[in-house]
């Protein structure tokens, strides 16, 4: 028997941090995504403990504060991707507006700490979109660059073989065929 | 940023040489080992009891242990199959591709034949790489030929 899961992964998030939260007995409140305010004080050791048993479900607690702008910068790429909505500005001005920062200092930020150019990163999330979506079987290149609001195929298509260096049909059939040897074996 | 740690086996003395020198000019914050064989690359990761590697390279022909062969071990051992792995090879056949992406591989890199590819390449493997380590990505999707 072969499970095809769907999960929702900040409800995932949401819960296993609610829970490890809980079993220290602290009083705290959700006051942005990814982010919780302490309501008591904390020990350090306590603070130490907690961070550790998150990191276990690879949750980090960011404490600096370049890293935690970097993970908001990174939490609106991801709403501007998964959103069904069509924007009629483009991703730069999105990113800006949201964090209400200059786009040239967030993109500076960004490639500071991550290794990476913003603008990169926002490309190779869309592929990671589209691997996924690739692999779900359930659309086809067409709708997939619709939703990730590609103005063609072509479009989408080039980009995926500039990040990944194959071509969204090798990658399905590669993928395919490692699944499919893991489970011979 | 957090120290980034690699590994790299290759039989080649002077492949070892441009991958040393590719890293350093790089100027990241990381830390390479260099092993010359599977069999010393093995032992290596088995004898670790530090944090594993970030990233392994890992030359397709050795003598001793090739590179298939330490894959396969690395994907079946429980401490190590999480490790994200990089052929470097100097084949480009398509054949060889495939074979090392269906037995686990994540990055299949044709050796460059000059020196700032070289340093290009690896940059790009190495960010790309800490890009699914940081970004909460499914690294089973994380396949990429350079």
């Known amino acids: ?185 | 940023m957090k120290k980034i740690s690699i590994v790299l086996a290759d039989d080649d003395e002077d492949d070892r040489l441009f991958f040393k020198e590719a890293i350093e000019q790089l100027n990241l914050n990381s830390d390479l080992n260099l092993v010359e064989n599977g069999n010393e690359l093995m032992k290596y990761l088995e004898d670790l009891n530090s944090p594993l590697p970030d990233l392994v390279f890992l030359d397709l022909n050795m003598p001793r242990k090739g590179g298939l062969e330490c894959l396969r071990e690395i994907r079946t051992s429980k401490k190590l199959k999480g490790l994200t792995v990089a052929i470097y090879s100097t084949s480009s056949s398509e054949e060889d591709i495939e074979e090392c992406f269906v037995r686990g591989a994540n990055v299949y890199i044709n050796k460059p034949n000059n020196f700032e590819s070289i340093k290009s390449v690896l940059l790009k493997v190495i960010s790309t790489n800490y890009q699914y380590n940081t970004s909460s990505l499914n690294k089973d999707n994380f396949v990429m030929v350079v």
């Open chain 1, 1 to 185: 028997m072969k499970l095809v899961l769907g999960y929702h992964a900040h409800t995932v998030v949401k819960k296993v941090i609610e829970t490890e939260i809980e079993k220290f007995g602290i009083a705290y409140s959700y006051t942005d995504s990814g982010q919780i305010e302490i309501l008591n004080e904390l020990c350090p050791i306590q603070f130490d403990k907690l961070k550790k048993n998150l990191l276990d479900y690879g949750i980090y607690v960011q404490e600096n504060q370049k890293e935690q702008l970097v993970q908001r910068i990174k939490e609106v790429v991801d709403e501007f991707i998964f959103s069904e909505e069509n924007y009629n500005y483009k991703t730069s001005q999105y990113i800006s507006d949201k964090l209400n920062l200059s786009y040239g200092y967030i993109s500076n930020l960004f490639s500071e700490v991550t290794l990476n150019t913003l603008e990169y990163y926002i490309i190779f999330k869309k592929i990671e979109r589209a691997k996924t979506m690739i692999l779900s079987g359930e659309y086809n290149l067409t709708e997939i660059a619709y939703q990730l609001k590609y103005s063609s195929v072509a479009h989408l298509s080039g980009q995926f073989k500039k990040i990944t260096g194959l071509t969204a049909s090798n990658f399905f059939k590669i993928i395919s065929k490692r699944n499919y040897s893991l489970t011979e074996n």
